[in-house]
């Protein structure tokens, strides 16, 4: 609507510019006017009869005025004293220049119209050139298409030609040398037959001269023998005759090996082919159980056939090898070829529609590539471990050149041991200065032993001889005395409950105490008997008991001895 | 190893007899005949000229010595050094002397290949073979010594004549479709001969003893042909060295090509073994390349310690471009041997500075002979790598 009303507007300033304002009253007149006969001329407007009446002069009056005077024409009345006056001048002059208005309009639309048709047929005008022109541009095209399709076959040809040119200079080339390389030899050997020719020339020339030939001159001692040893016959026919013979002999004889080997080679091949068609024909026979019913029997009934027929020409072939059992065999032979592909195609595309179909079977395949290629990379892995520890060792035995090195890395090795080895050492001496403690402690106690236990001997001593001497009537003195002894023999007494050392020598000694009358001497440091005692208290076996006991029971006697 | 003092020699004729005995030796004129063993000196003959060709008999009861320049043949006899024998070709010329296989004829070819005279040391027969052929190998006679083959050119065509060795009879004349007959060989077995055309045409026609063509073998046209040929021992196989550096077997059975080998300037095959000379006294300089196939100098014996060792591959075999505008240019396999137990074929390509290769009858060793050392390669037995088609 709003572009009708622009177009309205525009048509509107093209007129308003040539000063006409033909539509508002055209549509004015055609909305406000009833359809009336048309005349002649069809530009001619309605009555006006319609438009104006007795009741409205003074309003269609006013419009006019409006109408006219918007369009530049002086008024038709003027306003006067007793209402709106026709100026008829005016009116005359108003209708005179709408008149000359509307055949200026009638001119233009005429133009116009002219101008229309004009470029009507200018337009077609121009689309018939340019349909025209695109057909052209389509053929020159085609034209264009065409001509560059032959240009490129020329170039193709051109360069087939180029390298057809291009062989046959070398061609040329090659001849060419090839007739230089003859003519040098052609030309060599002109030369030396001429040269020959020369010399059979001057020779011919010095034997002409020479007159006095040299006959040919054959001077032998003796003859010899043949080196066969057998005489040498006479040239007869039959020696000839037996010369032909040999060499036919003799060719014969070449024949006749060459025609054995030749049997040999065809006698193997034909088993090596018989060998064939018996394994083709097993491979076959057994799968036939497994094909389709149809085939099934076809197959075993010509392979049964065929069977009988390979036996029969087998038995013939090898009895006549005559041309017929060759073709049976090799026509069978084929034939089973022929059989055994197609079965195998059978089967390939058999196994391949099988995969297709069935995923299960696929994933089996899928996994059991898989596994195979984790198993190669283990392996792999495992290769390049052991790679890599080979060259490890190999540097470690290479390497050490120096000797400092060398014995650095030995001590490395040994680093680990020796610390362990120092440890061990370590704990050793602890244990053997522990052991040195103890030891030194049993020794002091077995000292503090043995004098204690002279201590007690001599108590017992002093006790026995108290109680021998108190077996007199002189006893009372000794009482106080024998009290001490009690108590240290008492004491020694619990002392002996300790497993210290032999009862056996103590007795002994009581008894040597018993007939010795002397005391025990006061403690002195302790002698090498008393620490023979005391190193029996540690290992006994190292030093053997008898010995001691002599010893200690000389040394005891000693001691009493010295007592006394 | 110990080594005899030296001794004096000429034109390096030096030769064991065959049957392992003696050996005799050139010094100009004299014939010096020695024990192998003790190397003492057995007999010493006397020559009317300087003496360049020695040949013993087959036997080794005769010793031929040839001064072509005088036109002389003096044989020597073994048995009885006071037995002589004397031919004198004349005005006509000697150019080459040859015992026969059976060690009781010579045969002399005369001054530009005139004839071919046959004497006889056990008769007065005198046998003349005319137009005889001059080419690489114009005479071969079967192993056996039962059969000759002669090349022979008459009116500009080839021809090629079996005499039987035991009376010279003339067995067969046939002429050959080669342009130019360079050589005829007879296979081991004496059953086939090949002939072979010059080097401007590459092909082998292979004949049998009673003269059929057999069959014809051309691996190329044009470019330069064969160089060499070797039967191997077994008559199986023949070898074919040609200018372009190739060697090609073909199998007697069908005379077709079975393989073909190369000689490359690097080598890359993991199969081979390379073994490089490397020389630990400085003495001549550069190291030399020797390997199975290509050759070169030998190891001096006596000064220089050196060494073989192994090289990686791949390994660039030294190479000099022969000079290509001379006549019969120093490229191609110029020499093949096979070895006894058909095992190896050794060959020699290019211009290296071997004279010849020899194989052990055992087929364990090789000898070198350069021109001035010699080398001894020995196989290892143990580590057999290559068969029969397989040789490199």
């Known amino acids: ?564 | 190893m110990n080594f005899s003092e030296v001794f004096k020699q000429s034109n390096q004729l030096c030769r064991v007899s065959p049957d392992g005995k003696y050996l005799a030796t050139c010094v100009q004129y004299r014939l010096v005949v020695r024990d192998v063993n003790t190397l003492q000196i057995l007999h010493l003959y006397t020559c009317l000229d300087q003496i360049v060709h020695m040949e013993w008999s087959s036997d080794s009861l005769f010793i031929l010595c040839a001064m072509y320049k005088r036109g002389l043949v003096q044989v020597w006899s073994l048995e009885q050094p006071d037995w002589y024998c004397k031919i004198d070709e004349g005005s006509i010329g000697l150019v080459s002397s040859r015992w026969s296989p059976d060690g009781r004829h010579i045969l002399n070819t005369t001054e530009f290949h005139l004839r071919v005279t046959v004497w006889s040391l056990c008769t007065k027969a005198v046998s003349y073979i005319k137009y005889p052929k001059a080419c690489q190998k114009g005479i071969d006679f079967s192993r056996d010594g039962c059969y000759m083959a002669l090349a022979e050119r008459r009116d500009c065509r080839d021809y090629v004549s079996v005499f039987v060795c035991d009376d010279w009879h003339l067995l067969r004349h046939f002429e050959t479709e080669t342009q130019d007959l360079a050589g005829v060989e007879w296979s081991p077995n004496g059953c086939v001969l090949a002939v072979w055309d010059s080097c401007l045409e590459y092909k082998v026609l292979l004949y049998s003893l009673d003269g059929r063509l057999l069959s014809t073998f051309s691996a190329y046209e044009w470019s330069l042909g064969i160089k060499s040929l070797a039967w191997s021992p077994s008559s199986q196989f023949l070898a074919i060295g040609s200018y372009d550096g190739k060697v090609r077997i073909l199998n007697h059975i069908t005379w077709k090509k079975v393989t073909e080998f190369d000689h490359p300037a690097s080598i890359n095959n993991t199969k081979a073994v390379v073994y490089k000379e490397v020389e630990r006294k400085p003495v001549v300089g550069s190291a030399d390349l020797s390997i199975q196939q290509h050759i070169t100098m030998g190891s001096t014996l006596f000064n220089t310690q050196s060494k073989y060792e192994i090289c990686p591959l791949p390994v660039q075999v030294p190479v000099v471009k022969p000079d290509l505008d001379r006549a019969n240019p120093k490229v191609g396999v110029s020499s093949m041997a096979f070895s006894s137990d058909n095992r190896y074929l050794a060959t020699k390509n290019g211009g290296f500075q071997v004279q010849s290769v020899t194989w052990h009858c055992s087929g364990d060793s090789l000898i070198l002979l350069g021109k001035e050392q010699l080398c001894l390669c020995y196989m290892e037995v143990g580590e057999e790598e290559e068969e029969d088609d397989d040789v490199k």
């Open chain 1, 1 to 564: 609507m709003g572009v009708f009303m622009h177009l309205c507007r525009t048509t509107n300033q093209i007129l308003s510019k040539s000063g006409y304002r033909m539509s508002s009253l055209r549509q004015y007149s055609q909305s406000s006017v009833l359809p009336l006969p048309m005349t002649r001329n069809p530009y001619t407007m309605p009555t006006i009869s319609a438009f104006c009446t007795e009741d409205n002069v003074s309003e269609c009056i006013s419009y006019i005025n409006r109408e006219v005077s918007s369009l530049g024409f002086p008024l038709l009345c003027t306003e006067s004293n007793n209402g709106p006056e026709l100026n008829l001048v005016a009116v005359l002059n108003n209708v005179y220049n709408l008149l000359q208005l509307h055949r200026r309009c009638l001119q233009t639309v005429e133009d116009i119209e002219v101008e229309q048709v004009k470029s009507n047929s200018n337009m077609d005008y121009l689309q018939l050139s340019n349909t025209r022109l695109k057909d052209q541009l389509e053929l020159s095209k085609r034209e264009n298409t065409g001509l560059l399709e032959r240009e490129r076959q020329l170039q193709l040809k051109v360069k087939s030609l180029h390298n057809c040119l291009k062989n046959e200079k070398e061609e040329v080339q090659k001849l060419q040398s090839i007739i230089a390389s003859r003519a040098t030899q052609y030309n060599h050997d002109m030369k030396r037959k001429e040269r020959e020719f020369g010399k059979l020339k001057e020779r011919l020339n010095q034997l002409l001269i020479d007159k006095k030939d040299k006959k040919q001159t054959f001077e032998v001692l003796n003859y010899v023998g043949r080196s066969d040893g057998k005489r040498s016959l006479w040239k007869t026919g039959k020696t000839e005759a037996r010369h032909e013979g040999e060499m036919y002999k003799t060719l014969l004889n070449d024949y006749d090996s060459r025609h054995k080997d030749l049997l040999m080679e065809n006698a193997e091949l034909k088993k090596v082919l018989q060998q064939m068609k018996r394994d083709m024909v097993t491979i076959l026979s057994p799968r036939k159980p497994s094909q389709s019913g149809e085939k099934h029997d076809d197959s075993l009934e010509q392979t049964s056939s065929e069977e009988d027929e390979v036996c029969d020409s087998s038995r013939e072939s090898l009895e006549l090898s005559c041309e017929h059992a060759r073709e049976q065999l090799t026509n069978s032979i084929r034939q089973q070829w022929r059989r055994l592909k197609s079965h195998v195609e059978r089967l390939d595309s058999q196994a391949s529609l099988v995969g297709e179909r069935a995923n299960m079977n696929a994933i089996p395949k899928e996994v059991h590539e898989e596994e195979m290629d984790r198993l190669k990379l283990e392996i792999q892995q495992y290769k390049d471990f052991i790679h890599t520890q080979q060259q490890l060792l190999q540097q470690q035995l290479n390497s050490p050149c120096d000797d400092e090195t060398a014995s650095l890395l030995n001590d490395c090795y040994m680093q680990e041991e020796k610390e362990r080895l120092k440890e061990d050492w370590k704990s050793f001496e602890e244990k053997r200065k522990n052991f040195e403690a103890e030891r030194r402690n049993f020794t002091e106690a077995a000292i503090r032993l043995s004098h204690e236990r002279k201590a007690f001997e001599e108590d017992r001593a002093t006790w026995l001889k108290h109680q021998f001497l108190n077996l007199t009537p002189f006893g009372d003195q000794m009482k106080p005395q024998m009290s001490k002894s009690q108590s240290a023999l008492s004491g020694w007494a619990e002392s002996e409950v300790r497993p210290m050392s032999t009862p056996a020598k103590l007795n002994k000694s009581l008894s040597h105490t018993a007939f010795s009358t002397s005391r025990a001497s006061p403690a002195k440091t302790p002698s090498t008997a008393d620490l023979y005692r005391t190193h029996r208290l540690i290992p006994e076996k190292r030093y053997p008991t008898h010995d001691l006991d002599i010893h200690n029971r000389s040394k005891l006697q000693s001691i009493h001895i010295h007592g006394r």
